[in-house]
């Protein structure tokens, strides 16, 4: 079975530039999350879509991160402007049903800002 | 900050010995837990998970132990290998989010 796919595996961009990253969930699941994980921390949730729709995005800031999942499959996760403090892994994960299988997570993308 | 976040809780091990991870979560609505595994360079993989109406489950080399009471997790690992070396995090979910606590580095050395 296919992992989780992200790519790029890797962004290094000046603040105030807009960066996306795609994300392919494991085939046949409903369920698909992005997180933030800053260096040193565990991944910090920013949205999550239920096929697609959006089930919870109240940690997403929405003045400059946006993201989409139009067919219910693949998502991006799109940052404009980006600020340094936008510097983190960028990890997608995706399951069928939460509580019976967990998530699944991809490799992530590591975003510099400069 | 992030340079605080850098200095993750670090435990060393010899290969061949038994390894506890410890995890205090902070809400006692929480229903169910998991423990990643965390590789340089890769997504959290999923180890073992528990119940909050049990208090220990066992898995391969790997056993969680939960204390409800306290608000305790631990992930047992059995005889410690060098493929262990990683960043370990618990997780916990009070209501369908998934909340991570801090990480814990296991080093393994020969």
């Known amino acids: 079975e296919a992992g989780v796919a992200q790519s790029p595996r890797y962004k290094i961009i000046e603040k105030r530039q807009s960066v996306a990253f795609w994300c392919n969930p494991i085939s046949g699941h409903a369920t698909l999350y992005w997180y933030q994980q800053i260096l040193g921390q565990g991944p910090k949730l920013l949205i999550q879509f239920q096929n697609n729709g959006v089930v919870d995005d109240s940690q997403l800031p929405k003045d400059r991160f946006s993201a989409e999942r139009l067919k219910g499959v693949d998502s991006t996760l799109k940052i404009q402007p980006a600020k340094l403090e936008d510097s983190a892994v960028y990890l997608c994960?995706?399951?069928?049903?939460?509580?019976?299988?967990?998530?699944?997570f991809g490799p992530g993308t590591r975003l510099t800002v400069t | 900050g992030e340079s605080v976040g850098l200095h993750l809780p670090t435990l060393s091990v010899q290969e061949g010995d038994n390894s506890i991870i410890n995890c205090a979560y902070s809400n006692s609505a929480s229903d169910y837990f998991i423990w990643y595994k965390q590789e340089s360079g890769k997504g959290p993989q999923f180890i073992i998970d528990?119940?909050?109406?049990?208090d220990k489950r066992q898995g391969q080399r790997v056993t969680v132990l939960l204390n409800k009471t306290v608000k305790h997790l631990s992930l047992q690992i059995a005889a410690t290998q060098p493929g262990d070396s990683a960043v370990y995090f618990c997780a916990e979910t009070p209501t369908d989010k998934l909340i991570f606590g801090t990480g814990t580095r296991l080093q393994v050395f020969p």
């Open positions: 994960a995706s399951s069928s049903t939460l509580r019976q299988t967990g998530q699944y």
């Open positions: 528990i119940r909050s109406n049990m």
